[in-house]
């Protein structure tokens, strides 16, 4: 088992996003970004988003950066958020060796965090990234 945790303050990223109109599509999916933008508060939840793929390379072993539009937190339709990789990180959590995912978000009127954890459903010695 492996455990990231990240914690963001919100105004960063909103300030990140006004100075940088590129900002977001660099390190949000476009489902992302809709989902995000049709809350209350899109910037909190920028922020927890942010913080979760931070927490998740945090989990992940030495050597593995993903691209972080290739992880997708999204909510499922019971509301729960969820992990998701394509392309290359996708590949890269393969060979990690960490195959089950869990996510948790919060945040209060100034901070964003999320904790991750992953585990392996089956008994495989994992791989390097780097190697």
């Not at 977001?24 to 927890?48: K, T």
């Not at 394509?86 to 009127?109: C, F, I, M, P, Y």
């Amino acid at each position: 088992m492996a455990v990231g945790c990240d914690i963001v303050e919100i105004s960063r990223i909103r300030e990140a996003a006004q100075r940088h109109p590129r900002f977001l599509r660099r390190v949000f999916s476009p489902a992302e970004i809709a989902e995000c933008e049709s809350r209350p508060n899109p910037w909190q939840s920028f922020a927890a988003r942010f913080a979760a793929k931070e927490a998740v390379i945090k989990a992940l072993p030495a050597g593995c950066s993903p691209a972080l539009t290739e992880m997708e937190v999204l909510r499922d339709p019971a509301g729960k958020p969820r992990i998701s990789f394509t392309g290359a990180a996708a590949g890269l959590v393969e060979k990690s060796g960490w195959n089950g995912w869990s996510v948790s978000l919060s945040h209060d009127r100034d901070h964003a965090i999320a904790t991750v954890i992953a585990w392996r459903t089956k008994r495989e010695e994992a791989m390097r990234c780097d190697s």
